[in-house]
């Protein structure tokens, strides 16, 4: 049982203002894993005060010396490493092989990309007689999701780390383990007091106080379009930057050619990975109305494979991360069958003999229509809509007809005309041929998936404020 009752505030473990604690449960087994205190306004009060005091010096420090700090903190990720993936698989149900080789791994994917990115970084350049200088933009807060915890945590920390930044962090109180663990990592490593802060509590608590804060100059937020609303109203008066990593719906335009088969195969496999857990995930299938047929019976076969389990039991698929998901992922299905589509695969209800566990049979429709609430919202669980085009721009059409523009999907054997379409969607990120992610490539949407862009240099550019020094370079 794991109790963390402490926040992480100016380099020690403090006790909250005012003190409460909630639970932490176990997804897989329903049982209690652990309980944390939540915080309060005081708490984020102490928090920003310390990242504002420790701004002073961490702002004016050089690359080389932020360089050397994220190399220690690698240092101290990898030593950490197991300890990291057992409580993501914990706190949020990921299959131990996905905590291993995706969950975790990203942590370090991100920081040792800041790091290289850092060190070729140029934060002056001269244009005529003018100097134009990038200077961190001061105290930023964090609040990050439970479906790719340390994914979410890193590619703000260490972007925000690079740059000269100082950070309060709010992680999800639904999955917190691998946020406290990540707090000793830093603390382990030496980051000057104030630099990074952890302060846990709710969304309406502690992520209001923190993105209405005065103090605080940026928020940087991941989670849903709804609560993505509400922290960019939260910072209005301030006038703060808000950075957005939000809702997806992403389309997946599957090609009629010898390597339809594969590609759908690929396809439902993408949205089953994390348990349909990812904002990214290529939830709607396009494919050829003629072929519909095909694609039902591939679910049939690929959903085979993803039959949920316990992190520890082998499974391609764990539970979903909560109580309250799983019943929103079951009135979502049931909205599907209502409205018409064909279950291919899967369906409403636990899958048969688990009593035990918020797990949701991974499902299939086929026969939908974009119009349908199983194609317009965001599940986010392991289910996929498979709808069927006339042709390439009825599927783009469809494609972009949607709220969302976080990422979008092109496969086929010809890559030149994947290529064309992927230039004809609209949204942040299209990966060609199921391509692999990449910790240089920008992340993040367009429409109502968010604003700025994370992973790689182009994440240095939100924690940056733009200085021009006129007169810098001229001449006597």
Known sequence: MRQYDKFYINGEWVDPAQPKSLDVINPSTEEVAGAISLGSEADVDKAVAAAKEAFKTWGQTTPEERAKVIERVIEEYKKRYDDLAAAVSEEMGAPEFLAQKAQAAMGVAHLSTALEVLKNYEFEEDKGTTRIVKEPIGVCAMITPWNWPLNQITCKVAPALATGCTMVLKPSEVAPFSAYIFAEIMDAAGVPKGVFNLVNGDGPTVGTAMSSHPDVDMVSFTGSTRAGIEVAKNAAPTVKRVQQELGGKSPNIILDDDMFSKNVAAGIGAVMQNTGQSCNAPTRMFVPKARMGEVEEIAKQVTEKFQPGAPD???????????????????????????????????????EGMDKGYFVKPTVFTNASNDMTIAREEIFGPVLTVIGYDD???????????????????????????????????????????????????????????????????????????????GATAKS
Not at 325 to 350: H, N, P, R, S, Y
Not at 395 to 416: F, I, K, Q, S
């Open 392 to 470: 390439v721009d009825h599927a783009v059409e469809m494609g972009n007809d949607t709220p969302y523009g976080l990422a979008g999907y092109v496969a086929g054997a010809d890559h030149e005309q994947a290529m064309k379409i992927a230039s004809r969607l609209r949204a942040g990120q299209i990966a060609v041929n199921n391509a692999a992610p990449d910790p240089n490539a920008p992340f993040g949407g367009y429409k109502q998936s968010g604003n700025g862009r994370e992973w790689g240099e182009h994440a240095f550019a939100d924690f940056l404020e733009v200085k021009a020094v006129m």
């Open 313 to 351: 039991s082998g499974a391609k698929m764990g539970p979903v991360v909560s109580e309250t998901q799983f019943g929103k992922i079951q009135d979502l299905i049931k909205k599907g069958i209502e409205e018409g589509a064909t279950v291919a695969a899967g369906g409403d209800g636990k899958p």
